[in-house]
C-alpha cells in the first residue's frame, strides 16, 4: 500500500524560504508532483519530477521552487526560496505509476496517491 507523509511545512516571512519534504512508503521511482491549495480556491499543480527526473513548473513558482527527488530514501523534495504571501496554502505531495506528460503532469485526476498536506504560511 502506498503512503505518502509530507514535512517541512510552517510559517516564515515573505522572502524567506522553506524545504517540503514527502517520504514514500510502498512506492518508488515514479511520476511524483507537488500540488497546493489555497482557503477558497482549487487545488493547484505547482511542480512535478518524471522517472528521469525531468521537471515542470507553475509559472507562478518558476525560477523560486525547485523540486527533486533522492530515490535512495524515496523521497521527494521541493524547495521553496522567496516565498511570497500568495504561496501560502496546504502542500499536497502526490504520486502515480502511470506515465504523465510533462504539459499534464500538474492535472490532479492524474495521480491516484496523495499525502495529508503540510501548511505553508508566508506573511508580509
Known amino acids: 500500500q502506498v503512503q505518502l507523509v509530507e514535512s517541512g511545512g510552517g510559517s516564515v516571512q515573505a522572502g524567506g524560504s522553506l524545504r517540503l519534504s514527502c517520504a514514500a512508503f510502498?512506492?518508488?521511482?515514479?511520476?511524483m508532483a507537488w500540488f497546493r491549495q489555497a482557503p477558497g480556491k482549487e487545488r493547484e499543480g505547482v511542480a512535478c519530477?518524471?522517472?528521469?527526473?525531468?521537471?515542470n513548473y507553475a509559472d507562478s513558482v518558476k525560477g523560486r521552487f525547485t523540486v527533486s527527488r533522492d530515490n535512495a530514501k524515496n523521497t521527494l523534495y521541493l524547495q521553496m526560496n522567496s516565498l511570497k504571501p500568495e504561496d501560502t496554502a496546504i502542500y499536497y505531495c502526490?504520486?502515480?505509476?502511470?506515465?504523465?506528460?510533462?504539459?499534464?503532469?500538474?492535472?490532479?485526476?492524474?495521480?491516484?496517491?496523495w499525502g495529508q498536506g503540510t501548511q505553508v504560511t508566508v506573511s508580509s
Open positions: 519530477i518524471d522517472i528521469v527526473g525531468a521537471t
Open positions: 510502498g512506492y518508488t521511482t515514479g511520476y
Open positions: 502526490a504520486a502515480t505509476f502511470a506515465p504523465v506528460p510533462g504539459p499534464r503532469c500538474g492535472e490532479t485526476v492524474r495521480y491516484p496517491y
